[in-house]
């Protein structure tokens, strides 16, 4: 992708990991910036009041002709949303970064032709891993960061099976292994394979590559 293409940025929450770069990248390219109220002033980003675009959870609103719906996630930040992106009839949601699949999570995923999905960690390796213990706790607390486990229990109990695609992402490096977190999904899949409509795919997004395109 060149960044001559891009035309806005969406903020899900003020975390390092998700908002650093914004302000400076959003005046080089002159793009709105959606962020909610909570974000902006926790982030303390310095954007130009003209190109930020206010948001909440459970308003939609239009980026190049895309839906976006935002709803609130169980993270430790201020005001942290997921999306629901529509276009033309096809759904995709992007939820990353929650401690806990909410009912409301459960909803917004239903219906969805494609799923990305955080599966952080994989909890025995967090447990035994570098982390100190306060960081251990906050990542596997219930405003913390999903596991395969988690992901799993969601996939073999919750999951619709609409989605043509499921693609795990916000894999820890030193807490999780690719392989842990497919195997975990897989198997959640294999286990419901007749009372799932669609043959869900299962795919990872990687941290340093440009993922697969998808196209429905």
Not at 8 to 21: F, K, L, P, Q, T
Not at 34 to 56: H, N, V, W, Y
Not at 85 to 110: C, H, P, S
């Amino acid at each position: 992708m060149s960044p001559e293409t891009i035309s806005a940025i969406v903020v899900s929450h003020e975390h390092g990991d998700h908002c650093r770069g914004v302000a400076p990248l959003a005046k080089h390219l002159r793009v709105p910036v959606f962020i909610t109220d909570g974000a902006l002033q926790a982030s303390e980003m310095r954007l130009d009041p003209c190109k930020r675009q206010r948001i909440e959870s459970g308003v939609p609103f239009d980026v190049s002709g895309l839906l976006f719906t935002p709803f609130a996630v169980p993270h430790d930040s201020v005001d942290p949303i997921a999306f629901r992106i529509e276009k033309d009839g096809v759904k995709i949601a992007v939820v990353l970064d929650l401690g806990y699949i909410t009912n409301l999570v459960v909803e917004r995923l239903k219906g969805c032709d494609a799923i990305v999905l955080e599966s952080n960690h994989d909890i025995n390796m967090l447990r035994v891993g570098p982390y100190p213990w306060a960081l251990k706790q906050r990542v596997m607390s219930r405003r913390g960061h999903l596991s395969n486990d988690v992901v799993a229990e969601y996939l073999g109990t919750r999951f619709d099976g609409k989605a043509r695609h499921v693609i795990l992402a916000h894999l820890s490096e030193k807490n999780n292994l690719p392989e842990l977190a497919l195997l975990s999904a897989r198997k959640a899949l294999e286990q419901r394979s007749r009372l799932l409509a669609n043959q869900t795919k299962l795919a990872l997004a990687s941290a340093n590559q440009i993922s697969t395109a998808y196209c429905y």
